[in-house]
């Protein structure tokens, strides 16, 4: 249903819709933008957005590895970081979601060298910019992946010569793509949509579990111990060069708010700890590389890959219900309601399944923003702002979970009064 929610703004967004002015979501302006060069190219494909989400991770492990063996993060190459980053990416399908987390996150991989290089590279601070702004994309793709901003405060503190300069550096990068963005929406009169729906949305911090938090544990629960045994295996390790203490100094902060941001988004899923990948792969090199007989780590490597396969396909198996995992948040043909197809559909309600066969109309497509507008309809402002989005895109159906159909009718009888009742799941149709 998450995937289905970016296809629905691609696709608005390929019909020349734009985003926070026609069409009410908090996704990010970034993200938005892959997912209308998706719809473009492929249209509402689920295999187009597995593929590219597919080709992201293998960026990201790929780019982290590189960076750890450029600049010789330990003792000797090594791509045990690449392969696990891999591994542990592919335990749920959910790590395989062209999500705004996978998207941003990306970025924030390409940054860490812009980051942490400055003393090993004299004066080029201006590198600290470049960081900067590679960070400001990040968040322009999920607003609360600025945070990474404290890996660079403390990436300056241990490696920069000129605090203060190095760090205003990185603040205007970061600043800079916002500066542009702002710029536009100031000229095309959607400057405070964006604001309201990207720069205020994202930090409301109502929790709530997608999956259910049984479920979810049991999911992350190899990802968890693998890092915890492989943090213990670094503690154990003698004293390494001072490059290789302070880097290590960065990753223990980029554990840290990695692990904030996955507990404090407004939704929390399997895909939210996609974040932990990077500390995983990083301090998982220690512990497949501890002083101990090979066969042993060969033994323990086998029982992450194998575990990884049997929780991923555990269907595949016929083993769900032993594991006790279910995936609510799945649509299957089995549980599509029971509306017309190929049509324009507005749904008063949060059920984003009536669109997986039809078009969405109006800007309302997340059900938690129009309730600027549904939500206050004892305010002439919120009656008036319906009438001119219904006025100028009317669905040929109304699908009303919300039971507002009747004071809608009552209230702006030059549109909802030329919908009439189907007689079937609240559905309304527009009469010829």
């Known amino acids: 249903m998450q995937e289905l929610l970016y296809m629905l703004i691609g696709e608005r967004m390929a019909d020349g819709y734009t ?15 892959v997912y209308w060069l998706i719809d473009l190219i492929a249209g509402r494909s689920v295999l187009a957005y597995r593929i590219v989400a597919l080709i992201l991770l293998l960026v990201q ?13 330990f003792a000797t190459r090594t ?37 942490i290089t400055v003393s090993r590279e004299g004066i080029e601070n201006n590198r600290l910019f470049v960081g900067g702004f ?42 800079f793509p916002y500066a542009m963005l702002l710029t536009f929406y100031f000229y095309t009169g959607t400057l405070d949509e964006f604001t309201e729906m990207h720069l205020f949305r994202p930090w409301q911090f109502k929790v709530a579990f997608i999956l259910p938090p049984a479920d979810l544990a049991k999911l992350i629960a ?25 880097f290590q100094q960065v990753m223990w902060i980029w554990l840290l708010v990695s ?25 998982g090199e220690y512990l497949f590389t501890i ?24 269907d595949l198996f016929g083993i769900s219900q032993v594991l006790e995992l279910s995936d609510p948040q799945l649509i299957s043909k089995g549980n599509l309601p029971d509306v017309p197809q190929n049509e324009t559909i507005l749904v008063l309600g949060n059920d984003t399944r009536y669109y997986l066969q039809n078009k969405p109309a109006t800007p309302y497509l997340n059900w938690q923003l129009a309730q600027r507008d ?48 189907t007689g079937k799941n609240n559905t309304y149709v527009l009469k010829q």
């Not at 696990?84 to 970025?107: A, D, K, Q």
């Not at 939210?272 to 500390?279: G, H, Q, R, V």
């Open 79 to 115: 791509y045990i970081p690449a392969l696990l980053y891999l591994v542990l990416g592919s335990i749920t399908y959910e790590f395989g979601m062209l999500t705004p987390v996978l998207i941003g996150h990306t970025f924030v991989i390409l940054s860490l060298p812009y980051l």
């Open 291 to 314: 002083a101990i007989k090979k066969w042993m780590l060969s033994l323990a490597f086998m029982l992450v890959l194998v575990s990884t396969i049997v929780i991923r396909y555990r």
């Open 259 to 283: 692990l904030i941001l996955t507990i404090t988004r407004d939704e929390i899923s399997a895909n939210t700890f996609i974040l932990l990948l990077p500390a995983i792969a990083y301090f």
């Open 222 to 246: 190899l990802p968890l111990i693998v890092l915890f045994f492989s943090v213990m295996s670094s503690l154990s390790l003698p004293q390494r060069l001072v490059f290789q203490v302070k």
């Open 374 to 421: 549904f939500g206050n309809l004892d305010e002439y402002d919120a009656i008036y702002n319906i009438y001119l989005n219904l006025r100028n895109e009317m669905p040929a159906y109304i699908i009303d979970e919300a039971n507002l159909m009747e004071e809608l009718t009552y209230k702006i009888p030059a549109v909802f009064g030329k919908y009439s009742a």
């Open 61 to 73: 492990a790929l780019t982290f590895n590189f960076i750890l063996n450029r600049y010789q993060v």
């Open 19 to 33: 985003m926070y002015q026609q069409i009410y979501d908090n996704t990010a302006p970034l993200s938005a933008l």
């Open 134 to 175: 590679i960070l400001g994309l990040a968040a322009l793709c999920y607003l609360p992946l600025g945070l990474y901003l404290v890996i660079g405060f403390f990436a300056v503190l241990l490696f920069a010569s000129n605090t203060f300069r190095s760090i205003l550096l990185m603040l205007c990068g970061f600043l």
